[in-house]
């Protein structure tokens, strides 16, 4: 699909999100050469409508947007681009440009982190050294994580319990690799049995 520049002027809108986490992390436009050197370089690169030049985010921050997918929408005239921080996306220190804190989807980079621990044979990574124990001794581990949390679930301590929760959850990750799933397989089965 090719985009259309001339629509809006030769800048298009271009949304920025979260590979992992899938938060919006900012807005900024590009033009045609912005968006080839994006392609390019794999940094995200915009035309900086206030310096009237192409401007690479994080050129003196060091807080770079590694891009991950390009996607046109419908109309041919915006790009939503995943993307991977290499810190605060906010000129201000936050996460977000829209002030948006939230825990929301970090079971994504959560998984990511895992892989890159599994993958990478990290040296004194529990996560690594679970995995390499095998299926059957990462099963176990989830077991007992399992009954923690139904044995928490029993007493009124909610932060021994939503303790136990991430713990589950983390070892539950671990699983999934194991199996070389992740957790978009699942979400996958759980939305076809919504239908």
């Not at 790009?79 to 948006?100: D, N, Q, R, W, Y």
């Not at 982190?113 to 989830?142: C, D, H, P, W």
């Not at 007992?144 to 928490?152: D, G, H, K, M, P």
């Not at 992740?182 to 979400?187: A, N, S, V, Y």
Request: glycine share 6%; proline share 2%; hydrophobic share 35%.
């Amino acid at each position: 699909m090719t985009i259309d520049f001339e629509k809006s002027g030769g800048l298009i809108p271009v949304v920025i999100q979260h590979a992992h986490t899938l938060q919006v992390l900012m807005l900024g436009y590009m033009n045609e050469e912005a968006l080839e050197k994006t392609k390019a370089e794999r940094k995200v690169t915009f035309y900086s409508r206030s310096k009237q030049r192409l401007w690479t985010k994080g050129e003196t921050s060091g807080n770079f947007l590694t891009a991950d997918e390009i996607l046109i929408d419908c109309d041919s005239d915006t790009i939503l681009i995943k993307a991977i921080p290499a810190g605060p996306t906010c000129h201000t220190g936050s996460t977000s440009c829209f002030k948006e804190e939230t825990p929301k989807g970090f079971v994504y980079e959560l998984e990511s982190v895992i892989e890159q621990r599994i993958t990478e044979n990290t040296e004194g990574s529990y996560t690594s050294r679970l995995f390499n124990m095998g299926v059957n001794k990462v099963a176990q581990k989830v077991g007992e994580e399992a009954v923690e949390l139904v044995i928490e679930s029993k007493d009124d301590n909610i932060d021994l319990f939503r303790n136990e929760a991430a713990d589950l959850l983390y070892h539950y990750l671990i699983l999934l690799k194991t199996k070389d799933l992740k957790l978009e397989d699942i979400e996958e089965v759980l939305k076809g049995r919504h239908k």
